[in-house]
């Protein structure tokens, strides 16, 4: 399973961006999906995660309520709908996907990773 991460951008505070996780590879249908997000000078820190039939949400404290993930297997691809933006969520965007079915909190289970996309959220 290849990944690519794309949607990132300059926004500004309160604004709204739509981060896309597009993946190569017959079996993604059959991954979880997590994002991850690693600010300058910080450890990389989970965000979301989502399960394989999308039954399945869990969000960091920081971000629920502002984020939302959603996937389309037909097209091979997850969505993190990001919103109420503040300068705290700037950081490279990661998506990284697990045979876990659930999907999991730890970036240990993850076993394909994206390059990342830059959000950069002004004051």
């Known amino acids: 399973v290849q990944l690519q991460a794309s949607g990132g951008g300059l926004v500004q505070a309160g604004g709204y961006l739509r981060l896309s996780c597009a993946a190569s590879?017959?079996?993604?249908?059959?991954?979880?999906v997590g994002w991850f997000r690693q600010a300058p000078g910080k450890e990389r820190e989970f965000v979301a995660t989502?399960?394989?039939?999308?039954?399945?949400?869990l969000y960091a404290d920081s971000v629920n309520g502002r984020f939302t993930l959603s996937r389309v297997n037909a097209k091979n691809t997850v969505y993190l709908q990001m919103s109420s933006l503040n300068p705290e969520d700037t950081a490279v965007y990661y998506c990284?996907?697990?045979?876990?079915?659930?999907?999991?909190?730890?970036?240990?289970?993850?076993?394909?990773w994206g390059q990342g996309t830059q959000v950069t959220v002004s004051s």
């Open positions: 590879g017959r079996t993604f249908s059959r991954h979880a």
């Open positions: 990284a996907a697990t045979t876990d079915s659930n999907g999991s909190r730890r970036f240990e289970a993850y076993d394909y």
């Open positions: 989502i399960s394989w039939n999308s039954r399945y949400t």
